[in-house]
């Protein structure tokens, strides 16, 4: 006959076991379902591009281009900006913790320049910071640039020369490194740049003395609504890698499904500091990695919450017309500019019609542009869709999901 003491003990050891047991099963069934030896599923960039690499000496090695560039941030609207190999963000660079890597970089702009590895962790002398830890690349130089990959993660590269012209006017990259064993098995990978710009109506250069009055929003270097969508098949595990180096946070926010932080360019977050959420905050100069299984078929909007960031060419210097009766003044105004169209007296949803009844200035979009399959979407700027199907043969784009009987919002 067991005593009390002895009763305690004996079900505090097989509560233990059990739980140990539970424990460790959870952790193998996590481990079976989240982790693979498989080779990592190659990053998407969309609207942009990968920088390719050749083993030269035992290393990969890829080459940076500074450059001046014209980018198409939407049709209607080209800037000139700068960029790397032919385009801001430049291409992405992809490699694998262990590789040994050489980047050179050719300077073909027309001051001197560098290239800082942002979050990478290498020897203090490929740094890139122009005046302290190397000599700044002077016009029509190239720089070796070498190291190993000592770390996995999302990070960035951009110059620490001349850095409020440089970056205001575009010369920035992403830098992913893909881990030696795989910690999450993922089926869809994307990568986007998040930047900012101040475009003057009717000018084509970026204004880099603008400090926060910004008026152009992009993802990889577009607008919405040429910004591509993202494409994923139902159930599948989808990351996000964000990165920024604008003068804003941006908060993202995604439809329909919540999502977990599982990394920054600091490193993984382990799993117990994850928690579900619906929008991160992506500070300046920080990347995010954000993961969540695409479980509901759809086309789910994913944009930055700042609501000024969703519009084209904002212009925030002039009067607040609401409430206010144009009528008299727009007659005025139109006979001497036919087309003419007062906005703002009850709201400025007109604007998504502006750029369609009425010539704006040139090289300029209008506030709103995008129209969707039940008419105008009157959003603009850093806004893209992710559309989640349950049936795909190929990732190009689906079209508009066509919404089940019953599951419309109804006329009341």
């Known amino acids: 006959m067991l005593n009390r003491r002895h009763f305690l003990s004996t079900t505090l050891l097989a509560g233990l076991t059990t739980l140990f047991t539970n424990t460790k099963a959870a952790a193998d069934q996590s481990k079976k379902i989240f982790s693979s030896n498989s080779p990592p599923k190659p990053v998407i960039v969309s609207n942009g591009r990968k920088l390719p690499w050749e083993i030269v000496n035992g290393a990969k090695q890829f080459h940076l281009i500074a450059e001046e560039c014209e980018q198409e941030f939407a049709p209607g609207m080209k800037v000139k900006c700068w960029g790397y190999n032919g385009s801001t963000p430049g291409p992405i660079i992809e490699a694998t913790e262990g590789d040994r890597v050489r980047i050179l970089l050719t300077n073909n702009l027309k001051e001197h320049t560098t290239v800082h590895w942002h979050g990478i962790f290498l020897p203090n002398g490929m740094d890139g910071v122009g005046g302290l830890t190397q000599p700044s690349i002077k016009p029509g130089e190239t720089y070796a640039y070498e ?139 920080s990347t995010r990695d954000v993961e969540f299984i695409a479980d509901e078929p759809g086309d ?89 199907r349950d049936q795909l043969s190929n990732y190009d784009d689906p079209g508009w999901y066509e919404h089940p009987k019953g599951t419309l919002p109804k006329k009341w």
């Open 147 to 285: 190291f190993t990959l000592r770390q996995h993660g999302t990070f960035m590269y951009h110059p620490h020369a001349d850095e409020m012209v440089q970056m205001a006017v575009g010369m920035m990259g992403m830098f992913i490194i893909h881990p030696k064993e795989q910690v999450t098995n993922v089926d869809r990978d994307f990568a986007i740049m998040l930047h900012e710009w101040a475009i003057h109506p009717g000018t084509y250069r970026p204004d880099p003395a603008v400090m926060l009055d910004f008026n152009i929003f992009t993802m990889n270097g577009k607008v919405f609504p040429a910004i591509e969508p993202m494409v994923v098949k139902t159930g599948e595990r989808v990351r996000l890698r964000l990165g920024n180096l604008s003068m804003d946070q941006h908060p993202m926010h995604l439809h329909g499904f919540a999502f977990k932080v599982t990394a920054t360019d600091g490193g993984q977050i382990p799993a117990a500091g994850q928690w579900p959420q619906t929008t991160v905050p992506v500070p300046v100069g």
């Open 300 to 388: 789910w909007v994913f944009h930055c919450h700042k609501s000024h960031h969703t519009m084209n060419a904002m212009g925030h210097d002039i009067p607040n017309t609401l409430g206010v009766d144009q009528s008299e003044v727009s007659q005025r105004i139109q006979s001497l500019l036919p087309g003419y169209m007062a906005m703002g007296e009850d709201g400025m949803a007109e604007h998504a019609m502006h750029g369609k009844h009425m010539t704006g200035p040139e090289n300029t979009l209008p506030m709103m542009m995008g129209d969707g399959p039940f008419g105008p979407i009157e959003m603009g700027g850093m806004f893209t869709v992710i559309k989640v």
